[in-house]
């Protein structure tokens, strides 16, 4: 029987000279003169697959074949990272202890050749696809389906497309998320999450899919996410007085705010993957839309995650995040046993000066 995969090499390798995961767990794999054979499962979509070197051996891959369909030039998205997180692409070559070469690719091999096709220019795969765009590979996760229904963990753990931002004419609506420059004081932030906890049940919205996870889930699952809003239409709510360090962080950041809110999340919670595109038939929206929603976590235990489709789970343990979530299809989930607040402040494209891209 043929390998699901199977990665063509030179050099003379042996199996405790490297690690192999696809969607971050370790799979088996043998090792030949040929190349290395990995006899795994995969569904339908888009796939992550890394090998890393754990001694400082010299490793050429030639090809990769996944259910016997060869890569071909798509072998060329591929790149490779060393240990100061410098970044090789395209890269096929590992020479040293401590490097990384990474992988992505969907299945079947026509589907993925379909979307690199859409998504480059003829010559472009082969060159350096970072000089010319920011690319966004989606991430697989597995979700407790004792804790959360079907759809989310299927929004989690299945990936169908990926984003790739032209460098030189991106426009907001285009990236999915950025980080955000400007810093704000840790115990700033740790004062709005008190004002939270203390004041939301009393000023609480409930969300608009609350009725609708009710009727689907009844009982079985926890649905009961809410929503307290300080601004709205870019007016300032009576409510935004209990919350005076939310205020702060407005006016210390210089911000020009569409709408502010503070989200609760209780534990075993979650967002049904939607988009928030209510404001975009008004034109005073114009300049708030896209890459603009300034997204702070106040109270964050581990085990809370979003996830935005065909960009990925966002990386919300380093800097604050500025996110797209009225473009792109976006799900939240918390699955730790504390309930979590976020501030989210929508404001004008400005913003987009003060962010960066990895």
């Not at 472009?124 to 989310?152: A, H």
């Not at 034109?283 to 979003?306: D, H, K, M, R, S």
């Amino acid at each position: 029987m043929l390998p699901f995969i199977f990665i063509e090499t030179t050099g003379q390798i042996s199996q405790s000279d490297i690690c192999i995961e696809i969607n971050g767990q370790a799979v088996d794999f043998t090792t030949s003169e040929a190349g290395i054979s990995i006899h795994t499962d995969c569904t339908f979509g888009l796939h992550k697959l890394t090998l890393t070197s754990v001694n400082p051996i010299r490793l050429e891959i030639l090809q990769v074949f996944v259910n016997g369909s060869s890569l071909r030039k798509l072998l060329y998205m591929s790149w490779i990272k060393n240990s100061d997180h410098q970044k090789f692409q395209p890269g096929t070559v590992l020479w040293e202890a401590g490097q990384t070469w990474h992988l992505p690719f969907g299945y079947p091999v026509s589907y993925w050749l379909e979307l690199a096709e859409n998504k480059f220019s003829p010559g472009e795969l082969g060159t350096n696809l970072y000089e010319k765009y920011w690319i966004y590979y989606p991430d697989s996760m597995t979700v407790d389906s004792e804790k959360f229904p079907n759809i989310i963990r299927d929004f989690f753990l299945h990936n169908f497309n990926y984003t790739v931002v032209p460098k030189e004419t991106t426009t907001a609506e285009q990236i999915p998320y950025m980080w955000y420059k400007k810093s704000i004081p840790h115990s700033l932030v740790e004062l709005a999450g008190q004002e939270a906890i203390k004041n939301i049940g009393e000023t609480t919205n409930s969300s608009a899919h609350l009725a609708e996870n009710q009727k689907e889930f009844r009982d079985k699952f926890n649905s009961n996410w809410d929503v307290t809003w300080l601004y709205k239409y870019g007016k300032r709510l009576p409510c935004a007085d209990d919350y005076p360090h939310v205020q702060k962080i407005i006016d210390l950041l210089d911000l020009d705010c569409w709408s502010v809110f503070i989200g609760k999340l209780s534990p075993g919670d979650f967002i049904y993957p939607h988009v928030d595109n209510q404001s975009k038939s008004n034109p005073e929206y114009q300049n708030y839309q896209g890459c603009t929603q300034l997204y702070v976590p106040l109270v964050w235990p581990a085990g809370n995650f979003i996830k935005i489709a065909g960009a990925g789970i966002l990386p919300m343990d380093e800097e604050t995040l500025v996110i797209n979530n009225d473009t792109f299809t976006h799900s939240v989930i918390n699955a730790s046993t504390q309930t979590r607040y976020a501030l989210g402040l929508r404001v004008n494209k400005k913003i987009i000066n003060d962010c960066f891209i990895k």
